[in-house]
């Protein structure tokens, strides 16, 4: 079993910055591979980036492609997401998940068995 417990989340304004962290409680974080993903109201959750176990290829939505950055600490079994230049369109709860090896797909959500609780993004301008 893994815990996801993101933070970092809040409110900014267009064009700020924003780091989401997810930690998770599990000896062996570096074989799963670690998603974001974010839902606003009313619409469907979708994929945002995602980094494999072996901090090697990540993964990003055209969306936010050249202003987030993923990236993991697997000494402190932490996954962050770096947002930059944000936009009102970035408005959202994001969340955390983790995948297995096998069979994984990074922008597919059912390849993700564990996720966290989310945490509120607001940008305004």
């Known amino acids: 079993q893994v815990q996801l417990v993101e933070s970092g989340g809040g409110s900014v304004q267009v064009g700020g910055s924003l780091r989401l962290s997810c930690a998770a409680s599990?000896?062996?974080?570096?074989?799963?591979?670690m998603g974001w993903f974010r839902q606003a109201p009313g619409k469907e959750r979708d994929f945002v980036a995602a980094i494999n176990w072996s901090i090697g290829a990540t993964y990003y939505a055209d969306s936010v492609k050249g202003r987030f950055t993923i990236s993991r600490d697997n000494a402190k079994n932490t996954v962050y997401l770096q947002m930059n230049s944000l936009k009102s369109d970035d408005t959202a709860v994001y969340y955390c998940?983790?995948?297995?090896?096998?069979?994984?797909?990074?922008?597919?959500?059912?390849?993700?068995?564990?996720w966290g609780q989310g945490t509120q993004v607001t940008v305004s301008s």
């Open positions: 599990t000896r062996t974080f570096s074989t799963y591979a």
């Open positions: 998940a983790a995948a297995g090896r096998r069979n994984w797909d990074p922008h597919h959500i059912p390849s993700y068995g564990y």
